[in-house]
Structure formats: structure tokens, C-alpha cells
């Protein structure tokens, strides 16, 4: 009698599947062969049978419902049947088929014809053993079950959804997902502006059962999760980014080619200070950050999550993931809000006033410009010291220029009656940042910073090159300014590098030693086309390198360092 019913259910579990499965070997416990089998992609594929002891996904259209199967072969056998929603909340029932005991033909051991097998089995629903409705992981279990076809059916009635499916009829020893600690909680134990640290009790599973168990912790700004599949569901692979040119400087629409200044740029802004077409050098934006992360940790319980944006609220989750099954259980998220930024204390600048700035690295200042007259034009002037700042300039809220700037830079900004400036300077990550800063509304002839040209490097010309000297040459201004010109012999593999990081671009000629100076002289020249000036060194070593700076001092003491320039000189004339 029993070997008659068994061979009905498979039979009628035949059928139901179609002739696609007829061919399918069902499922075993047995362990040689089921391992075989679980690893056999296509046995299990777009099948409508449950394995026992393996998980398995599936994907539901909205409001079309999927039926699943398998089968008990003995009475008294334990059941446990976990379902997992991912995308949406779903509607599952598990039901046991009512089928034949015996065989038709009085006894005669022969299977009744499959049609009307069929029939029986669609024909009766079967008795309902299990219904819910929701997004929980949720389970059936039962410590003792009758043999039999057990059905389970699976809606969506939200939109089209992944779930997964477990099943098992030895769920004492399968134990396929990592088992909570007595206290599952997820506690958050340091808070900062940008850092979260979180801490767990860890799993029994790998402690106990030496099984591999490691963590993974998803933090979002919109919900807790359940499970592991549901946070997966949400998180974004696509990691296309832009690339960005970095602002360069911009040099004057006249560069002196005719008098050996080879130009730069391919074109120049008609506004000086707000428009650029440099490319100075290209960098790779960082990717956008997406608004859900996952991060696997291994088998540490206590994580710091950093680069977070302050005064905001997270939702911090951990799974316990099995590495030999990659099934996982969630512990009890939590959420925290970051604390506030610092906020920063705005520096007043006066009109004609030279303000010193220092910014911690990655930091930021901000200054605020109010003129107290009405005005046409101010003036911005800034002088950075060490590395690269980005300059950020706002008038009564909107943005009038944003660049990065190096050396020395003067922006003109159109003004507009009673308008205040929102000067934003933010540091380099390199290191730290120091800078001079000057905004004014007054003429350029009553600043205490000297004017300057766009174009502020040294030009050496090589064919006046001897063993003893040099001849260099630079660009002046329509005012009438004091130049100093200063030399240092320095080794052959001196560099650019090296230069910029052992000078301070705002310290003047006071700090030069006497032995350097060259001369100083004033210039000027009304016609701004024809203002360049040269210079001839005398007194070198041949065959020797030297480093020449030239500055231009102001009628109150400031002084600007232009570009400075290695030359060399000839070692044979």
C-alpha cells in the first residue's frame, strides 16, 4: 500500500509540471546524490519543484500568482518552509494536496491513467495548512506532517517582485540560516558629524557550529530592511560617472608672442577672473554616491561607517551571511542621525584691507564682503601661499564664479547696489592652506596690493644665453610699480615639485638673503602692448643652474612673487 501511494504522488507531481518536468529527477535527501543535484544548474531552473535543503529565487509578475511543489514521502516527518519577499510585500499559503491512497483497478497495483490523476488533483484544493501577507521573513514549520504533494502558492499583488524560497524536511540538523544571538539588536556606540560605529553580538552559527559566517552591514537613508535579498533589490549597480575638467587660469588676450611668450591657451575669457578656457589638468569626478550601500566586513562584530554627511539620519542594518550557503538572517537594524557640522565662523573683510587666511586641510572659510557704498566693480584679489584653494564667490545668494586657484589670481565682479559677498575658500588635501585675501571697491592705483599682469611668468631667452649670464624678461602693468629681482643657485635635478614645496609664494624679498639680490627698478608703462621689461644676469658660473624670482611691490610694502624660473648657463663658449 505504501509503495503504491508513493509511486501516485510522483506521478500526479509528473503531471502537474507538464511534460517539461516529466523528464526532471525529483529531489533527494540523499546526500551523495543531492549535493550532485543541487549543483546541477539546469535540474532546478524555471522548475516548479522545491529541492529539499537548498534555497531557491524566483521572480513574480504583479497580481500573476506561481505555484511551487514537492513532496513528503513519509507520514511523522518534520516540515519547515521559509519565504523570503525582496521587492514587495507578498501573499503565500501552503497547502497539502489531497490525493488517492490506492491505486485503481481493485487493487491490482496498476496506476490509474494520468488524465484522471490530473483531474483529482486540480479539482480539490487541497487543505490549507498556512496563509500570510507581508514583507516578513516568514516560516512554517511543523515538527510531525503527513506524506503527501505539498503546493505553495505565491501572489504579489504590489508590482513585479524577487523572493526566495527554503524548504526542508530535516530542519534540525540542516540549519541553513545563521541562528541570532539571544540579543539581535544592532547598537550604535560613537556618533560623530561623519562616523557611525556600530556594534553586534555575533552569531552562535560560527562560533558554535563552526560554520563560515561573515557580516555585512547596508546603510541607507530611507528604511530599515528585513532581509538581505530586499536591501540587494534597492541597491544601484549602475556606476557610470562623468568626467569634469578641473578650472584652469586664464591668461591676458595678449600673451607678447612677438616677444618670445609663447602662448599658453587656446582662447582667453573676455571677463577677466570669470571665465577660463584652460584646462589646466583633467581629473576623474568621483562616482555620484549612491543612496544604499553594502559593505562585507568578515567576521568582525563592531564597524565604523565613515564619509558620512553631517546633521543626517541613516538606517544601519547587519545580516549574518552564511559563505558556504550565501543564505543570511537579519539582525535588528537601527537607525542614528549624524551630528551637526561645526558651523563656521564668518570672517569680515574690509574694504582695502589685506585679511590673512589659514584652512585646515580638506577645511573650508568663509568670508563676507559688504561694501557700505554704492558700487560698480569690486575688485577680488587672492594670493594663496602653499596649495591650489577653490575659491567660491556668491553675491546675495547667487554664484558669480567658482574656480580653483594657485599663485596669484585678481577677479573683477560687476557690483550692485547694497549687495554683500559670500566668499567661500576651500583647502587642498594635500596639506594645509594659507592665502591673503583682499576684496575692495576702490581704484587700482589706492590698493595696497600691486596691480598685476595676467601673464605673471619669467621669460628666459635661450640665444642670449652665455656661460655668465642671463637675459629674462616680464610683463608690467599701466601703473608704476618696484621690481626685485632675486637669484639662487640650486642643484640640476632641481624641479618644479621641489620648488613648490619648499616655497612660500607670500613670503617677500625681506626674507632673501642679501647675496641673492640682483637689483631692483621701477616700471611702468601707459601702453599696455609694449608693457615688458627686461633683464640681463650677470656675474653666473657656467654650466650652472639657478633659480630666479622676481617680485613687484606695492606703495604700502605688499609684495607678489611671480613664477619663478630655472634657468642655466652655458658650460662651453
Not at 580638506?362 to 594670493?383: E, I, M
Not at 560687476?414 to 559677498?421: L, V
Request: aromatic share 10%.
Amino acid at each position: 500500500m505504501r509503495q503504491c501511494k508513493g509511486w501516485s504522488v510522483v506521478v500526479v507531481l509528473l503531471v502537474l509540471l507538464g511534460l517539461g518536468a516529466m523528464a526532471q529527477k525529483l529531489p533527494t535527501r540523499d546526500e551523495g546524490l543531492f549535493q550532485m543535484q543541487i549543483r546541477d544548474k539546469s535540474l532546478f531552473h524555471d522548475s516548479s519543484v522545491i529541492p529539499d535543503g537548498a534555497e531557491i529565487s524566483g521572480y513574480l509578475f504583479r497580481d500573476t500568482p506561481k505555484r511551487y511543489y514537492f513532496v513528503v514521502e513519509e507520514d511523522n516527518t518534520p516540515l519547515s518552509v521559509t519565504v523570503t519577499p525582496c521587492d514587495a510585500p507578498l501573499e503565500w499559503k501552503l497547502t497539502l494536496q489531497e490525493l488517492p491512497e490506492e491505486a485503481s483497478g481493485e487493487g491490482s497495483g496498476e496506476p490509474e491513467p494520468l488524465d484522471q490523476q490530473k483531474q483529482q488533483v486540480t479539482v480539490d484544493e487541497g487543505t490549507e495548512l498556512f496563509t500570510y501577507k507581508g514583507n516578513d521573513v516568514e516560516s512554517y514549520v511543523a515538527t510531525s506532517t503527513p506524506s503527501g504533494l505539498y503546493q505553495l502558492e505565491l501572489l504579489s499583488t504590489e508590482k513585479d517582485s524577487n523572493f526566495k524560497v527554503y524548504a526542508t524536511t530535516t530542519p534540525e540538523s540542516d540549519q541553513p540560516y545563521p541562528e541570532l544571538p539571544y540579543d539581535p539588536r544592532v547598537d550604535v556606540t560613537a556618533l560623530g558629524r561623519t562616523t557611525v560605529t556600530l556594534a553586534w553580538k555575533p552569531t552562535p552559527t560560527g562560533s558554535l557550529m563552526g560554520q563560515p559566517v561573515q557580516y555585512c552591514v547596508v546603510i541607507n537613508k530611507e528604511h530599515n530592511f528585513k532581509s538581505m535579498c530586499a536591501a540587494e533589490a534597492k541597491i544601484s549597480v549602475d556606476d557610470a560617472f562623468m568626467l569634469a575638467p578641473k578650472p584652469g587660469r586664464d591668461f591676458s588676450p595678449f600673451d607678447f608672442a612677438h616677444f618670445g611668450f609663447v602662448p599658453s591657451d587656446i582662447g582667453f575669457g573676455k571677463d577677466r577672473g570669470l571665465t577660463s578656457n584652460k584646462i589646466s589638468r583633467a581629473y576623474t569626478a568621483k562616482p555620484k554616491a549612491s543612496d544604499i550601500q553594502k559593505v562585507c566586513i568578515g567576521n568582525k562584530n563592531i564597524f565604523t561607517v565613515s564619509d558620512l554627511k553631517p546633521d543626517t539620519q541613516y538606517y544601519f542594518d547587519v545580516f549574518a551571511v552564511n559563505s558556504a550557503t550565501n543564505t543570511s538572517t537579519a539582525y535588528v537594524g537601527t537607525f542614528a542621525r549624524t551630528k551637526e557640522e561645526a558651523r563656521q565662523k564668518t570672517v569680515e573683510l574690509k574694504d582695502g584691507k589685506v585679511s590673512d587666511v589659514f584652512i585646515k586641510r580638506k577645511g573650508s572659510k568663509f568670508l563676507r564682503f559688504a561694501p557700505v557704498s554704492s558700487h560698480q566693480r569690486v575688485t577680488l584679489f587672492v594670493h594663496t601661499c602653499l596649495d591650489a584653494v577653490q575659491v567660491q564667490v556668491r553675491r546675495d545668494g547667487k554664484l558669480l564664479l567658482s574656480q580653483n586657484v594657485e599663485g596669484v589670481r585678481q577677479f573683477q565682479l560687476r557690483g550692485k547696489p547694497k549687495a554683500k559677498y559670500l566668499i567661500r575658500l576651500r583647502g587642498s588635501r594635500k596639506g594645509a592652506s594659507t592665502l591673503k585675501v583682499l576684496a575692495t571697491t576702490r581704484p587700482s592705483s589706492k590698493q595696497p596690493f600691486p596691480s598685476l599682469p595676467e601673464d605673471t611668468r619669467i621669460k628666459a631667452f635661450d640665444k642670449l644665453r652665455t656661460c655668465s649670464s642671463v637675459t629674462v624678461a616680464w610683463l608690467g602693468t599701466q601703473d608704476r610699480n618696484k621690481y626685485c629681482i632675486y637669484r639662487k643657485e640650486v642643484a640640476d635635478n632641481y624641479g618644479e615639485e621641489q620648488r613648490r614645496r619648499e616655497q612660500n609664494q607670500c613670503a617677500g624679498p625681506e626674507t632673501r638673503r642679501k647675496s641673492e639680490k640682483v637689483l631692483c627698478k621701477y616700471f611702468h608703462s601707459p601702453n599696455l602692448q609694449k608693457a615688458v621689461t627686461t633683464e640681463t644676469i650677470t656675474g653666473l658660473e657656467p654650466g650652472k643652474t639657478y633659480l630666479l624670482d622676481v617680485y613687484v611691490v606695492g606703495h604700502s610694502g605688499h609684495s607678489v612673487k611671480y613664477q619663478s624660473k630655472l634657468v642655466k648657463t652655458r658650460k662651453y663658449c
